[in-house]
């Protein structure tokens, strides 16, 4: 069952997207070179503190951190540590969430540590961002799950890559619902699969976090020993970009954006929401 949210509930649900924005911000000021990623996650327990906030990653089927960290192959569920210390060129993707009252937020993104990368890294970001924001712009009443999913594909798929190949869409993680818990129904494929059908019916009150990972390389994926890191099997760096939405009668509000995606969504031709807590 698909959980539906009322406005109010969606307002709290903004509460919440709020602070994984302040986390976003603040993480990515302090992930510069020298900085170790168990130092990003020290940065996310403040600021969920500060917030009065719960953390909803830390004791998630036993992971032991506030955040996420996944560097250069790392697909998600990078576990923070003292050892693993950024590098300039490195890139890191920062997945962080919170709970307001017991709604969630969920949202994640790409930076690049230091300079010098290669051009090819940072069109990888870019394609990985702006197709999930091409998913939240097909987050319209009376379309479809499947619809999201197209258009995040599509987006990527007309992408040249630079030096040639395609870009891996990774199969085995994909979007979600959310609301009184971080991951709910539906599951969001980032490609269409005939054997799924079209999906639920989008109407307001749903919320899905949206969230395309894709690769230089394979779409395929492993997870180490500690059983929860996620690499591409072939080694090649990956991005991966998400932001928690809700459906609204006035429009998709991206709960976990700032200015709660109305920038973004103009430059699509798509109207965000109103935003319930301005």
Known sequence: MVQMKTPEQIAKMREAGLVVAAIHAATREAAVPGATTKDLDEVARKVIA???AKSNFLGYGGFPATICTSVNEVVVHGIPDDKTVLKDGDIISIDAGAIVDGWHGDAAYTAFVGSGHAPELIELSRVTEES???????????NRLVDLSRAIETYIRRQPKPGGGKYGIVEDYGGHGIGTEMHMDPHLLNYVSRKRGKGIKLVPGVCLAIEPMVSLGTPRTEVLEDDWTVITTDGTWSSHWEHSVALTEQ??????????GKAKLAELGVTAAPDPLA
């Open 50 to 52: 500060d917030h009065g």
């Open 132 to 142: 999930m924001w091409a998913g939240i712009a097909a987050m319209k009443n009376g």
């Open 251 to 260: 429009g998709p509000l991206v709960l976990t954006a700032v200015d709660g």
